[in-house]
C-alpha cells in the first residue's frame, strides 16, 4: 500500500539550529516525493520536489531509496521557517494524485 | 487573480442535512481535486476530476458526490451528512503536467464542516 509517514508532529528548536524533518514513504514503483508547507494563515503551497533537487528558501530534501525516506533539512533555522510541513507521495495513475502524510509542526524560537 | 477560492468557508450541519461546497479556480487548470484533513492525519484524496465533464473517485469517496460541469469550478456534495464527515475540506487544482512529471497542486484556505 502507498503511504506516506511522518513521526513527529512537533519539532522545537531554537534559531540558528540545524532541522530534520522525517517524512518516510511506502511505495513499489518509482517515488516522486514532495515538501508542502503551509505558514500561518496562508494556503498549503509546494515547497520543493524531489526531482528537481533544488534548494528552496535553504530547505533541501535528498531521496533515499535504500530509507524509503525523504527528510527535509536545513542547516540554520530561521523564525520564519516556523510553519506546518507535509511530506506528500503522489500516486500511481498520474492526474497529479498526491497522498500526504499528516504533517510536522515546526517551532522556531529565538 | 484569486487562484483557488472555496465556498463556504465555514458550515453546520445536522445529520441528515445536505449541502453543497463550491470550488472556483481562475487559472485554467484542467485537473482539480478534493481533500479532507482531519486531526493527527494526512490529507485525503476524496474525488477528483481531470477534465470539464469528468470525475473520479479517490481514497475515501463514500458519502460525496462531485460535478465538474464547468472547467472552472469543482462541487463536492454531500447528500445525507453524518458526524463521520466532520473535517476540514481542501480543493485544489493544478495544471496538467509535462510528460513523466507530476505537477504543482494550488490549494483553496479550506472549508471547515461541522456535522452535529
Known amino acids: 500500500a502507498q503511504r506516506v509517514t511522518q513521526p513527529e508532529k512537533l519539532l522545537s528548536v531554537f534559531k540558528g539550529a540545524p532541522v530534520e524533518l522525517k517524512c518516510n514513504y511506502s511505495?513499489?514503483?518509482?517515488?516522486?516525493l514532495f515538501w508542502y508547507v503551509q505558514y500561518s494563515r496562508q494556503r498549503l503551497q509546494l515547497l520543493l520536489r524531489?526531482?528537481s533537487r533544488e534548494s528552496i528558501k535553504g530547505f533541501t530534501a535528498d531521496l533515499n531509496k535504500g530509507e524509503t525516506s525523504f527528510h527535509l533539512k536545513k542547516p540554520f533555522a530561521q523564525e520564519e521557517d516556523s510553519a506546518m510541513y507535509y511530506c506528500?507521495?503522489?500516486?500511481?495513475?498520474?492526474?497529479?494524485?498526491?497522498?500526504f502524510g499528516a504533517g510536522t509542526r515546526l517551532a522556531v524560537h529565538p | 487573480n484569486a487562484g483557488v477560492t472555496q465556498t463556504p468557508k465555514f458550515r453546520v450541519l445536522k445529520t441528515g442535512q445536505s449541502m453543497t461546497l463550491l470550488c472556483a479556480q481562475d487559472?485554467?487548470?484542467?485537473?482539480m481535486y478534493w481533500y479532507r484533513q482531519d486531526p493527527g492525519m494526512g490529507l485525503r484524496l476524496i474525488h477528483y476530476?481531470?477534465?470539464?465533464?469528468?470525475?473520479a473517485k479517490g481514497e475515501v469517496p463514500d458519502g460525496y458526490n462531485v460535478s465538474r460541469l464547468k472547467k472552472q469550478n469543482f462541487l463536492l456534495g454531500l447528500e445525507s451528512a453524518a458526524p463521520s464527515q466532520t473535517s476540514v475540506y481542501f480543493c485544489?487544482?493544478?495544471?496538467?503536467?509535462?510528460?513523466?512529471?507530476?505537477?504543482?497542486?494550488?490549494f483553496g484556505e479550506g472549508s471547515r464542516l461541522t456535522v452535529l
Open positions: 485544489a487544482s493544478s495544471p496538467r503536467p509535462g510528460l513523466d512529471e507530476t505537477g504543482e497542486l494550488f
Open positions: 511505495y513499489s514503483g518509482s517515488p516522486e
Open positions: 524531489h526531482i
Open positions: 506528500a507521495l503522489a500516486l500511481s495513475g498520474g492526474y497529479n494524485k498526491l497522498i
Open positions: 487559472m485554467n487548470h484542467e485537473y
Open positions: 476530476s481531470v477534465g470539464e465533464g469528468t470525475t
